[in-house]
T-cell receptor
């Protein structure tokens, strides 16, 4: 049962444009959401998070949006840079069961 | 502050053998968790330890075990290795338990079972 889904395995975006990565979840008990970025042969690097009491969180070029009614979150990267090329994972946890549940990842490629 | 440190980074084992992986969390972090990453399954939660006690466990067979020491360092062990255990094993730490505490990952230990 895949509780966190990233339906796009890959995404290509021109440098300087906006990258939008999407994530859907099914467990309504999730109350904290995170995005991680992963380069090959490295561990995931934390990017940005959002609590379920918010619908938006910004950090520099990265903004995460949460739509609780749709059980959907998205990560916006503006402007996209070549160094953003990586696999992006969304993850979720809930207060009662604090383990992170990850999506399967989206490979983002920024085209120069 | 040093990040999460995992050793060894790469190792090759034979089917039927056992393996122990080590993790040193970020200084001050008391929680350590372990994840397995495989190409087909993504990142799967193994278990989490806090103050030397296992707090949460994923859906893995009993061949996968772990422990945490008083200095918060952690080890995970896989016994009777199978080919399907070949994966990247990631250790992560956070300061405290609780949903709002961000988890930080190490670079992982690549295990190949032949």
């Amino acid at each position: 049962d895949q509780q966190v889904k990233q339906n796009s395995p890959s995404l290509s975006v021109q440098e300087g444009r906006i990258s939008i990565l999407n994530c859907d979840y099914t467990n309504s008990m999730f109350d904290y959401f995170l995005w991680y970025k992963k380069y090959p042969a490295e561990g995931p690097t934390f990017l940005i998070s959002i609590s379920s009491i918010k619908d938006k969180n910004e950090d520099g070029r990265f903004t995460v949006f949460l739509n609780k009614s749709a059980k959907h979150l998205s990560l916006h990267i503006v402007p996209s840079q070549p160094g953003d090329s990586a696999v992006y994972f969304c993850a979720a946890s809930n207060f009662g069961n604090e383990k992170l549940t990850f999506g399967t990842g989206t490979r983002l490629t920024i085209i120069p | 502050k040093a990040g999460v440190t995992q050793t060894p980074r790469y190792l090759i084992k034979t089917r039927g053998q056992q393996v122990t992986l080590s993790c040193s969390p970020i200084s001050g972090h008391r929680s350590v968790s372990w994840y397995q990453q495989t190409p087909g399954q993504g990142l799967q939660f193994l278990f989490e330890y806090f103050s030397e006690t296992q707090r949460n466990k994923g859906n893995f067979p009993g061949r996968f075990s772990g422990r945490q020491f008083s200095n918060s360092r952690s080890e995970m062990n896989v016994s009777t290795l199978e080919l399907g255990d070949s994966a990247l094993y990631l250790c992560a730490s956070r300061e405290q338990l609780g949903s709002g505490n961000t988890i930080y990952f190490g670079e992982g230990s690549w295990l190949t079972v032949v």
